[in-house]
Antibody, heavy 124, light 107 residues
Framework: QVQLQESGPGLVKPSGTLSLTCAVS?????????LSWVRQSPGKGLEWIGEIYHSGSTNYNPSLRRRVTVSVDQSKNQFSLELTSMTAADTAVYYC?????????????????WGRGTLVTVSS | DIQMTQSPSSLSASEGDRVTITCRAS??????LNWYQQKPGKAPTLLIY???SLQGGVPSRFSGSGSETDFTLTISSLKPDDIATYYC?????????FGQGTKVEIK
């Protein structure tokens, strides 16, 4: 059974950079379509941050594009999030998630597996 | 971006009641609309995808309907285990967006 586990610092200083990793266990990351990061804060609900295909192609939320990088390391079976210039507004629970495509074209898809989430607080 | 608006933001109903949650998109999403359930302290889990397809293992009291911009999630007979927050999410065009959530409580 495939499982996801986020790891990273729980506290980031204002203007600092957040680096999170999502470890995939129980299955190969190369068999997964898109790998996403989603965050949840009390003020903004669920917000999709960005995604990466196992080959390396990426899509980002335009609202965060200037500050976000998602990368994948197939050798370690994990993918990562980097978010720069952190402010209090970036305080949230960060989830990694995988996409399941019901067809080869991935026209119909959904987030099927999620990590437990990790709380990141921005504070000095 | 496509804005997703859910109503109501919260509701309180009795066990056995029929519960309806609506989700409205700011522009058409065809039928590319998913519903998730989130319990406190947990990650969301998929209930329904593509408007009306029930995810495996999800009780049949959950159903979805709609098209284009207006969608509905219905719980035919509310159970205590259904206490959660429900989110719609459009998978039509990036950036993928979620509704703000509907918190369901039992009276």
């Amino acid at each position: 059974q495939v499982q996801l586990q986020e790891s990273g610092p729980g506290l980031v200083k204002p203007s600092g950079t957040l680096s999170l990793t999502c470890a995939v266990s129980g299955g190969s990351i190369s068999r997964t379509k898109w790998l996403s990061w989603v965050r949840q804060s009390p003020g903004k609900g669920l917000e999709w941050i960005g995604e990466i295909y196992h080959s390396g192609s990426t899509n980002y939320n335009p609202s965060l594009r200037r500050r976000v990088t998602v990368s994948v390391d197939q050798s370690k079976n994990q993918f990562s999030l980097e978010l720069t210039s952190m402010t209090a507004a970036d305080t949230a629970v960060y989830y990694c998630a995988t996409t399941y495509c019901t067809t080869p074209s991935c026209e119909i898809w959904y987030f099927d597996l999620w990590g437990r989430g990790t709380l990141v607080t921005v504070s000095s | 971006d496509i804005q997703m608006t859910q109503s109501p933001s919260s509701l309180s109903a009795s066990e056995g009641d029929r519960v309806t949650i609506t989700c409205r998109a700011s522009q058409t999403v065809s039928d590319y609309l998913n519903w998730y359930q989130q319990k406190p302290g947990k990650a969301p889990t998929l209930l329904i995808y593509a408007t009306s397809s029930l995810q495996g293992g999800v009780p049949s009291r959950f159903s979805g309907s709609g098209s284009e911009t207006d969608f509905t999630l219905t719980i035919s007979s509310l159970k205590p285990d259904d206490i959660a927050t429900y989110y719609c999410q459009q998978s039509f065009t990036a950036p993928w967006t979620f509704g703000q959530g509907t918190k369901v409580e039992i009276k």
